[in-house]
């Protein structure tokens, strides 16, 4: 197989507005193998990465673009973005996305220029789980 990096914009467009499903899965595909295996041609795309990764309506593309953020994030630190809202999105999706994107944005987190964004992250989950257990704990007595 062989793609330019000119490809990526338009297997994001294909994954945004479907035409057909399996025009949609075929984009996926691509984008996730291009991720898994050539992450750095994502690097002047990150900007276009950190969009598609807030749509809510499209799951599929949110995780695909997460899985190929963290790609980049650990291939060339230098493109992480410096912004602190897409270290908040990925905190979200961990929490309350699909089990792949979850993955994906904790990754995400890992390999970003916030050092502090996994333990943030663990600071986050633990008080999630905590704070209801100890709400029904102290409703009993």
């Known amino acids: ?9 338009p297997l994001i467009k294909r994954l945004q507005r479907p035409e057909t499903r399996n025009l949609a899965a075929v984009a996926a595909r691509f984008l996730s193998l291009i ?5 750095p041609m994502f690097k002047n795309h990150v900007a276009e990465l950190l969009i598609v990764m807030a749509d809510k309506s ?6 695909v673009a997460l899985q190929a953020l963290a790609a980049v994030c650990k291939a060339d630190p230098a493109c992480c973005p410096d912004d602190r809202r897409p270290v908040d999105r990925a905190i979200k999706m961990v929490m309350q996305g699909t ?5 994906f944005a904790a990754r995400f987190l890992a390999y970003c220029k916030h050092k ?3 333990s943030e992250l ?16 102290a409703s009993r007595f």
């Open 58 to 63: 499209n799951d599929k593309l949110a995780e």
């Open 35 to 39: 991720a898994k295996e050539c992450a």
């Open 116 to 118: 502090d964004a996994s």
């Open 99 to 103: 089990p792949r994107q979850a993955k």
């Open 1 to 9: 197989m062989i793609v330019n990096h000119s490809s990526i914009p």
């Open 122 to 137: 663990i600071e986050v989950r633990r008080l999630h789980y905590i704070s209801p257990l100890a709400d029904t704990a």
